[in-house]
């Protein structure tokens, strides 16, 4: 687990070694769009930026189902004002690949990819941040203030059952041809696993899908929620409600249904029961979290959180309401960043 303490102002700039761009006006921890973002805000303000990502770049849209369709247009998506051009009226996940690439190109953006950041120590003006890559490799990084920007995607949400470790229980969907011709168990009742099942269905696998609330969640996108109604209906997907998972095994899976517990004979279950941020990483930042639905403590003018030089972005400034910020929100935080920075840093 991530460590961190908080040492006195006077502390000494850090020693580094290697590089001498291993130092930094300003460290962004995460690369996705809010990160690139950030970055983009920052640097236009006239500070030097480092982006650092244990993943490759925007990670969790490269971990999105291989087909996906965004639900929002491509202006919304846009970052640092750079047109997002797209030849359909709701983007596709390869078209978004392409043009975060193209952002971070443009921009000529310093992205540190597949580096974990282990430990941030330091106060503000003096942050000294180590990392970890692949190949167990340890960098030192030394910065004024720090961005972290770490979305959720990577955080799945655990049912905490038996057997929810089994090689065969995955938390991501990313296409249907594995599970051709195998029995494979959807687990939730929104976006991800209402396209996850009628992919798979589509693609010969016989699919069913466990929700705990009473029907499909309203929020499913317009064009997607009468197509898995209507796929339960004609019985081409089973489908059981107010049901829950409480137990899985190699063969097979335990259901809690309003008619008793039944036993499905199963190959595969995809998990699509939501993600959180990484609380612990924040904790260990010295931020502060809310009891109930552990938002970080911040100001919400300019995102500096209770630690001085420490601010937050995109959807973890919204704790467990992953559904509150979006691309299309969060992308503008790098603006309020920057805009302190200046006053902060004289920029």
Known sequence: MPATKHIPDTLPKPQLEGRGDMQADVIVIGAGPTGLACAIEVQRAGFKVICIDKGCLVNSIFNYPANMIFFTTPELLEIGDLPFSSANPKPNRLEALEYYRKAAEHYKLDVRQY???????????AFHITTCDRLGRVFDYGCRKVIVATGYYDRANKMNVPGEDLPKVLHY????????????IVIGGKNSAAISALDLWRHGARVT????????????KYWILPDIENRIKNGEIAAYFNSSVVEITPSDVVLNTPEGDIRLKNDFVFALTGYHPDYEFLRSVGIELSSEQCRPVCDPITLESNVPGVYVAGVIVA???TNEIFIENGRFHGQQIATHLRQALGG
Request: proline fraction near 8%; charged fraction near 25%; charge should be neutral.
């Open 173 to 184: 969907y990313r296409e249907p041809h594995p599970y051709y011709d195998n029995d494979v």
């Open 115 to 125: 580096q974990r950041v282990e430990t941030v120590v330091g106060s503000d003006n």
């Open 209 to 220: 899908l466990i929700h705990r609330g009473p029907r499909m969640h309203t929020h499913v």
């Open 319 to 321: 704790g467990s309401r």
